[in-house]
């Protein structure tokens, strides 16, 4: 008995053993990290890895302030909103920590993620407050327990697995039974008001109890945020729970192949807004990759392949953002556009990562970055149609390209989907051109017809939609032509009611037609719109809104309104190295008063903050709202309750300190306490532009730059003809910067001469940004044309610009941040003479000066025009009283050197004749009135 005893205690410890073994040899299966071991010293790849292997020892330094504590993980903590985010918020740590553990083994990073895991498991159960609401709660919580196995499973004890596993199996067994329910493979989604799991009308009615059910549409990002994670998390168990596994697997396909056929259109349109595809699709990529590593059959893809289309269709010309529609921002992608183009094999969506993506998500990099991906293909080398209709969507997009100058129009007017973002912006477009937002959405979290190209009647916009509760509308003509598109969109529906039957203006006729006109030699790009909006056959007053940039300075005429940028040069200021540097703008004021203080600021990349101070008074932090759109914004004096600063009348001085870098500064303006900005004057403030800022280093001055460097090694040379006023001695700085590390370079050094002296090697200091740095010496140099030339020596190394500076007026400031002081002699690159292989390469390229005129006529009686500052935009609104207003306008941009736009109309009976006009060109536009096909355009093509 004692032996059979002791028999049984040794098979227990074995099994005991066996068991922890098991726990502690499960690797990830989202990616293979001895392959991404392999290229970590890869040049594209180091730089990230570097700072992953940073940001992990600071998460497992207690006192950090990224520190990761697993004895805080039941605090939840909340966003701007107040929503809880249990899951979401320690995602990154847990990200860079994981993928340290994977990639050194420091069991160091191992133990104190299990730790994380564990406590977080048993912080956040089923059921838990934190968990209750939106089911996206749910699927954060069970995204960071599944990634969390998925990289920490091999360094937890038997228990520790466990412990995180039952957790982890009820939130799959609970996130199946809510999202699915009585659906299945055979379940049908041809009626939006049926493809809930709950009573439509508890969405109607806004009921709380609609959000504690894990609600699945098959176009809403909760399909991919929730069953995502189940999927990731069916293979990571699927040896602990082989049954239940199986049920996770098979509904997590079932709705993900759900999603990404009915929530992407057959023609690439995501249905909600841009960006709420990536917060689906980020949280699908890891289960994705887990079915190939497992030699799993994929998921079907549905429209998938093609989304990256409707991405490049959706930018604006020259920038990496998409356009702000269905209740978002401007947005990028991230580095699931990396993962998408491997896993669809797409070149187009490759270009797209390298070129707009945003480069944050550094270890998902390091780890995507490590398969394969095609090589990458261009919008145009991909054959994207330059005019589209995404027709599921109700979508219509125009270009003439992806240039900064190139000329974009959009309008959409489709159908809403249930329970997915909305506003009240049935029919509203955009539009840019020559480097410039002519007419723009106003983003995010603005839903009424007031923040949109539309118009009102009597005051009141289309039905109140909002998120759980939208209109409609109908694109009804769309025809592409290579010199010009038309598209007629009717927006009754939208006017008349919401989906739930919430009650609008109820027009009789609500059509909209628009005509986008692509540029040639001869003249610019335009878009003219007509409206036929009748309520009656009464009098009413017909208000057209038409939003645009905030960084314009509208002026109101009689023909409409004149679109003045205020600076052509698109410069700011702003400081690579937190707390260090200033701006002091120079501000004339009137009269001696209260003031209020404007920023033209924007936030890219969280960066949105600066150190303040007027007048050399109090410096205070301020922080403005983190959108990425330039725009004004208030500074507001903390020390008065109105917000505004007493000033002296004449000169008044503003400094900005740098807090965070990256924070970019364009403008800062001073208008009388309580006045509209919109409405600045000489008469009323005064403002000044970041050219004319005094900088102290590191703040540094960003306008269009030019920069040379030589393909080859020791080849190629960059002459610069200095005329010198005086002979004597002189220091010569060049400004530099390094090869870009992530293209193979990280390259620091020229060959540098002067006036045929021997060529002598200088190596420069290694910074990622231009920098003004001494060759050593003294030159000697004699009165007139100096020449000074850098020779190519390593492939890459970047050379802005030349400076000499008497040698007397050399001090500690030039030495070590030199700047353009007023006895430097400088040569910008652009004006060096070039040997080949050197070549030169210009970023940021200065905008030409342009304006646009914006012309409005009715048929009916102008009543009044108003200009103000409506969020982010400008906002000009013009009143009409009208019976039938028949509204014709049109935004003819022009260079300011170049004839200027102008437009005529005349009425015939039902048809509008319009005139548009350059110079010498003379194109013809007609319409129909009532006439769905009542569209000819007639251009003059010399």
């Keep these: 008995m004692k032996s059979l005893l002791s028999l049984l205690s040794a098979c227990l410890v074995f099994l005991a053993v066996a068991g922890e073994l098991h726990a502690q040899t499960q690797g990830p299966l ?51 909103k107040g929503f809880q985010l249990a899951g979401r918020a320690n995602l990154p740590q847990l990200w860079n920590l994981g993928l340290a553990w994977q990639m050194t083994r420091d069991r160091r990073f191992g133990e104190q993620g299990a730790e994380v895991i564990v406590a977080f498991a048993k912080a956040f159960p089923y059921g838990t407050p934190a968990s209750q ?39 799959c067994d609970e996130m199946v039974a809510e999202a699915v329910g009585d659906k299945g493979p055979d379940y049908s989604f041809s009626d939006p008001n049926l493809n809930l799991h709950i009573n439509p009308d508890l969405v109607f009615r806004n009921s709380p ?99 990256p289309t409707f991405w490049a269709d959706m930018l604006v010309p020259g920038e990496p953002y998409v356009e702000d529609r269905n209740d978002d921002n401007f947005g990028r992608s991230d580095v699931n556009m990396l993962a998408l183009s491997s896993i669809i094999d797409s070149p187009l969506a490759k270009w797209l990562y390298e070129n707009t993506s945003e480069k944050n998500n550094l270890p998902q990099i390091v780890i995507y970055g490590a398969d394969y991906s095609p090589e990458p293909q261009s919008p145009q080398e991909a054959g994207v149609p330059e005019s589209i209709l995404f027709s599921d969507r109700g979508l219509t997009v125009s270009r003439s390209g992806w240039d900064i100058l190139d000329s974009m129009f959009s309008l959409e007017a489709g159908p809403y989907f249930h329970v997915t973002h909305s506003q009240s912006d049935k029919g509203h477009y955009n539009f840019y051109s020559l480097g410039r937002r002519w007419a723009v959405d106003s983003s995010y979290g603005r839903q009424t017809t007031v923040d949109h190209n539309l118009i009102l009647i009597d005051g009141q916009g289309q039905a109140p939609g909002h998120n759980t509760d939208g209109t409609s509308a109908r694109i009804v003509r769309f025809e592409a032509r290579p010199e010009y598109t038309w598209v007629v969109a009717d927006m009754l529906d939208a006017y008349t009611q919401t989906l739930s039957g919430q009650p609008g203006p109820s027009p009789e006729v609500a059509l909209r037609y628009g005509v986008y006109v692509r540029e040639n030699k001869d003249r610019p790009a335009y878009v003219v719109m007509f409206d036929q909006i009748r309520q009656d056959n009464d009098q009413h007053k017909y208000t057209y809104l038409l939003h645009t940039d905030g960084r314009f300075q509208p002026e109101v005429t009689d023909f409409g309104a004149l679109l003045n940028p205020r600076d052509p040069s698109n410069a700011y200021v702003m400081t690579k190295r937190g707390m260090a540097g200033s701006a002091t703008a120079d501000i004339h004021v009137p009269e001696a008063g209260d003031y209020d203080l404007y920023a033209m600021c924007v936030c890219l990349d969280g960066a949105n903050s600066f150190k303040m101070s007027v007048n050399g008074g109090k410096v205070f932090d301020w922080h403005f709202r983190a959108m990425p759109v330039v725009r004004w914004e208030q500074v507001k004096n903390p020390d008065s309750t109105t917000g505004s600063f007493s000033l002296d009348a004449g000169s008044n001085a503003v400094k900005v300190g740098g807090r965070e870098p990256g924070t970019r500064l364009y403008a800062l303006a001073l208008i009388k306490a309580g006045e509209d900005i919109a409405q600045l004057s000489p008469a009323n403030g005064g403002q000044s532009f970041a050219p004319s800022f005094r900088l102290v280093p590191p703040m540094e001055l960003y306008a269009p730059t030019t920069r040379v460097a030589t393909s080859v090694k020791s080849a190629g040379k960059a002459t610069a003809s200095v005329e010198v006023p005086q002979a004597g001695d002189y220091a010569l700085f060049l400004k530099v910067k390094i090869g870009d590390p992530l293209r193979g370079g990280d390259t620091n050094s020229f060959v540098v001469s002067v006036n045929g002296s021997p060529a002598t090697d200088w190596n420069f200091a290694g910074r990622a940004f231009p920098t003004w740095q001494r060759v050593p010496g003294v030159f000697s140099l004699n009165e007139g044309t100096n020449n000074i030339q850098i020779g190519g020596r390593e492939p890459g190394s970047e050379l802005y610009a030349t400076a000499l500076l008497p040698v007397a007026e050399v001090d500690a400031a030039s030495e070590n941040g030199f700047g353009a002081g007023a006895g430097a002699l400088i040569v910008d690159a652009a004006a060096m003479t070039l040997e080949a292989p050197m070549t030169a390469t210009t970023q940021g390229a200065m905008l030409p000066e342009v304006n646009a005129r914006f012309f409005i006529e009715a048929d009916g009686q102008r009543a009044d025009t108003q200009l103000s500052r409506h969020y982010e935009n400008m906002m000009l609104s013009f009143d009409f009283w009208a019976k039938d207003p028949r509204f014709v306008t049109g935004i003819l941009p022009s260079l300011k050197d170049g004839p200027q736009g102008t437009m005529s109309v005349t009425t015939e009976g039902d048809r509008k004749r319009v005139e548009i006009t350059y110079g010498a060109v003379k194109d013809v536009i007609t319409w129909r009135v009532g006439d769905l096909d009542g569209i000819e355009v007639a251009l003059d093509n010399k």
Excluded: C
Excluded at 223 to 247: C, D, I, K
Excluded at 280 to 301: C, M, Y
């Design 209 to 307: 109890a609609w959000r504690n059910v894990a609600l699945f549409v098959p176009w809403h990002n909760f399909s991919g945020v929730t069953m995502g994670p189940v999927g990731l998390a069916s293979l990571t168990l699927r040896e602990r729970f082989p049954e239940r596994s199986q049920n996770w697997q098979k509904q997590a396909r079932w709705v993900l192949e759900q999603w990404l056929s009915n929530g992407i259109g057959p023609d690439g349109a995501y249905k909600e807004a841009q960006a709420y595809f990536f917060y689906g699709f980020d949280r699908s990529v890891p289960f994705l990759r887990a079915i190939d590593t497992l030699g799993l059959e994929q998921i079907d893809f549905g429209n998938l392949p093609e989304f």
């Design 30 to 80: 989202f990616f293979n990290p001895g392959h991404v071991r392999e290229t970590l010293t890869k040049p594209e790849v180091k730089p990230y890895w570097d700072q992953v292997l940073q940001t992990a020892e600071r998460i497992n330094t207690p006192g950090d302030s990224l520190y990761l504590d697993p004895e805080k993980m039941g605090v939840v903590p909340l966003d701007h």
């Design 133 to 171: 609401g939106l089911s996206g709660k749910r699927g954060d919580i069970i995204f960071f327990l599944a990634l969390g196995l998925e990289f920490f499973g091999d360094s937890m004890t038997s228990e520790q697995f466990e412990t995180v596993a039952q957790t982890t199996a009820e939130y």
